[in-house]
């Protein structure tokens, strides 16, 4: 039985050739994850772990922004001396590190990161811990001075004697680089200004005497966690002390959410390719068991027992996965290598030759290849299991063209009336959690329900599509309409490969547009300014620019807003972390929000705040409610409920409880802010175009900003949400991609099936091109099947899941019936191109051989 099972793999080689190739794709993308960020994890612990100080003491980080803030914590600088005395310090330094700056050449142009990375300014001073080394010039001496690193500098086409502008949160001063400096570990795509101690402290914090950290180096013998607990003890509370260890670990927990990102958009390529290429392989299976009755008859007939049978065919999918895996690894590898390439060029400097391969790495490919290949082989292989040798030997087709589908209907139905329980569920739901929780059941019941009952809608949907065929084509078009009636099973399992993520696609698109559409529909509602300034990458910028628009000809009432991270224990006894608007004086003017108690007036009061009413009401708070607010820096207020509103959030700005205040309490509590938005009105009588185009004049010294308008603001969004439908359609033609694999097998396996059919055809007149038509009309109303199946499904999704956006106040609904058009189209492409193979191929064989075929 073994050597009938590896010359019977050999044999079918080719035919198994397409199965593997889903395979490889599967392993390819999650092998590939876990090389790249296990290699981007191991450089960036070597860079921590070596420039980290043996101790840092750092301002209290009770809060953590998630999104960007203007306020920098920082430290008495004079703590230096203290620090230094203590026992078992060999040395200490202040360090000044912001990122709250921007940094332009003397072209006007921003030399920051164009990628996310940060712009970091800090203070010069060298040790054996330092990331990077002079190589150009000499260190700055004083105000007016800076180096620059050596990538930022190469990208930038900036020399030693350029003049620099840096925008700090204190003012905007002048630089001329007097040197260049090289990393000597690995770059992280971050561009570094350095300046000297003092300059630092007063240019980027306002003061000489603050710091944001001191950098502690132990004493020969003295371990980090000693140096800690007698540095603790020197200084008192209020201070974050954290080892070298500990440092590393915190700052390779910020790098992992960057991490995860990648590693999880792979592994949901990876998921694709791996539920498209199960039925993909099934089919495969199916239909080769199918061609081979009469070879597993005549295995019976000589006493291979139905156990033999069945191994005989699992060991052939585990040689399938075996090959798939191990070129799936060696693939994912080749992907791991492009990644690497690829962050080069976004000016993270990994070098290849350092690439990690886990032991966990071939364990995941193997695990995965030989997994899916097991799986969707053993049904097949218990198939075999059943067929008795007089049976087989009777050349009867046993993929099942005549059986009952009434175990499918009862197993479809019950588990389609299921996740339509969960969906209407989600529909009713008024909570957002149980709500989503419900979509996620549904959607994976409906979808199982669909693969399931699938063969079911065969004859009636393609009945109906097909429905044409005979008055366009003839009897080639009949032909091709009974060929895929011809085997429910096999057509619906070809068609769910695409149906999968066409149903991806549609439910995203619907999801996407009623986003779109919701706000489009919450700007024209509450954005009432003329124009909006703001920075392109949303980082918050000094009170220069304030000034410089209040100052603008034209402008008659500018509103800053102002992000802050807070902390508020709510009635109930919760805490909510969680970041809040601060905006100034007549926010009516440029925002109108819907208030269920109180008004824009007691709302931003000093003293006050305003939350959600939904929110409140789910904590027990209300206006008058008292609440004790942690602002950064661990100062703690007790603010009033002012006002309650009927938004979620203000603006669309999607923080939990939809919490403002006033910039006057903000400015108590959290001072040295920076504004992130301000909004501009025109003056009466300035006409709008000539406003914009002042403002666009007086601010071409802050290239970092833009001014918009409503029209600006909402194509902003768009872009934001765009970002996640092109990942949604990458995934989809990733599935298309398979799916293809999946049709050009069918087709190829059912022309060997029917070699003998088609010399007859053929003998009787069907011409090669009309064959061709054939198999092609025959190719596209299964792709089409599995495009309306898939579209259908995914349209239902949809529509629940814009139930969910609108327990979060995005209440349109929206179909993007263009998107779905172009999908029905698209999938007859599909059909077309994924028949061109196997229709060539069966119009090239000759007909005597044909009907001789056995």
């Known amino acids: 039985m073994l050597k009938a099972t590896l010359r019977s793999f050999l044999a079918h080689k080719g035919r198994l050739a397409l199965s593997a190739l889903a395979v490889v794709l ?61 026992p ?61 690193d050596a990538d930022t500098a190469s990208k930038k086409h900036v020399r030693v004697g350029d003049a620099l502008t840096v925008q700090a949160q204190p003012g905007t001063f002048r630089v001329r680089v007097v040197g260049i400096a090289t990393f000597r570990t690995t770059n992280p795509g971050a561009a570094l200004v350095f300046l000297d101690g003092a300059t ?75 539920l498209v290429g199960i039925f993909l392989i099934v089919n495969t299976f199916s239909m080769l068991i199918a061609q081979r009755t009469r070879e597993l008859g ?76 097991f799986v969707a082989a053993y049904l097949p292989a218990r198939r075999a299991a059943t067929v008795s040798p007089m049976a087989a030997l009777s050349d009867a087709e046993i993929a099942g063209v005549d059986k009952p589908l009434t175990g499918r209907a009862v197993a479809g139905a019950v588990i389609g009336v299921a996740g339509a329980a969960a969906l209407a569920g989600c529909v009713a739901s008024t909570k957002t959690a149980p709500a989503a929780s419900l979509l996620a059941l549904g959607v994976i019941l409906t979808l199982i329900a669909v693969v399931i009952a699938g063969p079911l809608l065969v004859r009636p949907v393609i009945r109906v599509l097909g429905g044409a065929f005979p008055a366009l084509f003839g009897s080639v078009g009949r032909m091709s309409q009974r060929n895929a009636l011809r085997n429910p099973r096999r057509t619906g399992a070809t068609a769910a490969a695409l149906m999968v993520g066409l149903a991806l696609v549609g439910g995203m698109s619907v999801a996407s547009a009623s986003m779109s559409a919701s706000f489009d529909r919450q700007i024209d509602r509450t954005l009432g300014a003329d124009f909006i300034v703001q920075s392109t990458n949303f980082t918050p910028f000094s009170d220069e620019v304030r000034r410089t628009v209040l100052g603008t000809e034209g402008v008659g009432l500018v509103v800053p807003q102002r992000i802050t991270p807070l902390a508020v224990r709510m009635p109930d006894g ?20 819907t208030y269920a108690r109180g008004g824009t007036g007691s709302a931003l009061a000093d003293g006050r705040l305003a939350m959600d009413a939904g929110f409140a009401r789910d904590h027990g708070a209300r206006v008058g409610s008292v609440l004790p607010v942690e602002f950064p820096g661990g100062r703690v207020a007790r603010l ?55 403002l666009e004049s007086d601010l071409k010294s802050y290239p970092q900003l833009q001014v918009r308008d409503q029209a600006d603001y909402k194509k902003l969004v768009h872009d934001q949400i765009s970002v996640l439908l092109f990942l949604v359609y990458a995934l989809l033609g990733l599935a298309i991609v398979i799916a293809v694999l999946g049709v050009v097998n069918t087709l190829a396996l059912s022309v060997v099936e029917r070699t003998r059919e088609i010399g007859l055809l053929r003998a009787i007149g069907l011409s090669r091109r009309q064959l061709r038509r054939m198999i092609r009309l025959e190719s596209v109303v299964i792709a089409v099947f599995g495009a309306v ?61 044909a009907i001789a075929h056995e």
């Not at 919760?574 to 929000?593: F, K, S």
């Open 574 to 593: 919760r805490r909510v972390q969680t970041a809040a608007a601060a905006y100034g004086p007549r926010l009516d003017d440029v925002v109108h929000l």
């Open 640 to 694: 009033t409920v002012g006002a309650l509103t009927n938004l979620e959030s203000p603006e669309g700005f999607g923080t939990q409880g939809g919490i403002f205040l006033g910039l006057g309490t903000v400015d108590e509590y959290v001072p040295g802010g920076q504004d992130s938005v301000l909004y501009v009105n025109a003056a009466p009588g300035t006409d709008a175009a000539a406003l914009r185009s002042s």
């Open 789 to 849: 199946l898939g579209l259908a499904l995914g349209l239902v999704w949809g529509v629940c899941g814009q139930q969910v956006l609108a327990l979060r106040g995005l209440k349109e609904l929206q179909v993007p019936w263009g998107t779905i058009v172009a999908v029905v189209i698209g999938s007859a492409v599909v059909g077309v191109v994924a028949a061109l193979l196997p229709a060539l191929r069966a119009s090239r064989m000759n007909v005597l051989a």
């Open 88 to 148: 078992g310090v060999a040395s200490a330094h202040a360090d000044v590190s912001v990122q709250n700056i921007t940094v332009i050449d003397s072209r006007n142009k921003s030399v920051g990161p164009t990628t996310g990375a940060p712009t970091i300014a800090t203070s010069w001073y060298m040790t054996d811990r330092s990331p990077v080394e002079l190589t150009s010039g000499h260190a700055p001496r004083g105000a007016g001075e800076a180096l620059l």
């Open 26 to 86: 599967s392993v390819a993308f999650v092998s590939g994850s876990l090389i790249f960020s296990d290699t981007v994890t191991r450089t960036f612990d070597r860079l921590f772990a070596s420039t980290a100080a043996d101790v840092t003491v750092g301002p209290k980080q009770d809060l953590r922004s998630p999104v960007p803030g203007g306020a920098v914590q920082t430290v008495p600088a004079d703590l230096t001396d203290r620090v230094a005395k203590v």
């Open 200 to 274: 630092a402290g007063r240019q980027l914090l306002g003061s000489a005497n603050r710091a944001t950290a001191i950098s502690v180096d132990a004493a020969p013998g003295v371990t980090d966690p000693d140096l800690k607990s007698r540095v603790g003890a020197a200084i008192g509370g209020g201070y974050e002390l954290k080892t070298a260890a500990e440092q590393a670990k915190s700052a390779a927990a910020n790098l992992g959410g960057f991490l995860d990102v990648i590693k999880y958009v792979m592994l949901g390529f990876a998921g694709i390719a791996v």
């Open 298 to 373: 005549l295995l019976r007939a000589l006493g291979a027992d139905r156990r033999q049978v069945r191994r005989s065919v699992l060991l052939e999918a585990l040689l399938l996965g075996v090959v798939g895996s191990t070129l799936g690894l060696a693939a994912g590898i080749g992907l791991a290598y492009g990644l690497i390439r690829l962050m080069s060029l976004f000016g993270m400097n990994l070098k290849a030759a350092e690439m990690v391969i886990g032991w966990s790495t071939p364990v995941a490919a193997y695990v995965v290849g030989v997994g899916v290949t």
